[in-house]
């Protein structure tokens, strides 16, 4: 399984972008799709995951209310919409897929199946 992902690059303070990512080979079973980011010198976190056989989605708090997750699994893709991008928001963007494992899918750097390259955001003010 590859995961492709784009649509990174340069933005102003309370620009847009959106993020896409396409996966070589749908999951079988049930699984997660969503994006972490990374910025300089700190630990890779969660932005947002989506179920791909649910409409369960996750936001880590920062994003709430301006970045959106959505998927259209006829082309195997997740996109991450992101509005009103501020500074903090700059870092390398790494889509990734949790598949489901006894029942559960659990969602962390340290669990995740697979990886796409990172794609670089930056805010500039």
């Known amino acids: 399984v590859q995961l492709q992902a784009s649509g990174g690059g340069l933005v102003q303070i309370g620009g847009s972008l959106r993020l896409s990512c396409v996966t070589s080979?749908?999951?079988?079973?049930?699984?997660?799709m969503g994006w972490f980011r990374q910025a300089p010198d700190k630990e890779r976190e969660t932005v947002a995951h989506?179920?791909?056989?649910?409409?369960?989605?996750y936001y880590t708090d920062s994003v709430k209310g301006r970045f959106a997750i959505s998927k259209d699994t006829a082309k195997n893709t997740v996109y991450l919409q992101m509005n009103n991008l501020k500074p903090e928001d700059t870092g390398v963007y790494y889509c990734a897929r949790a598949d489901v494992r006894d029942g559960t899918i659990r969602w962390s750097a340290a669990a995740i199946d697979y990886w796409g390259q990172g794609t670089l955001v930056t805010v500039s003010s």
């Open positions: 080979s749908r999951p079988l079973r049930d699984a997660a």
């Open positions: 989506i179920g791909w056989y649910s409409p369960a989605t």
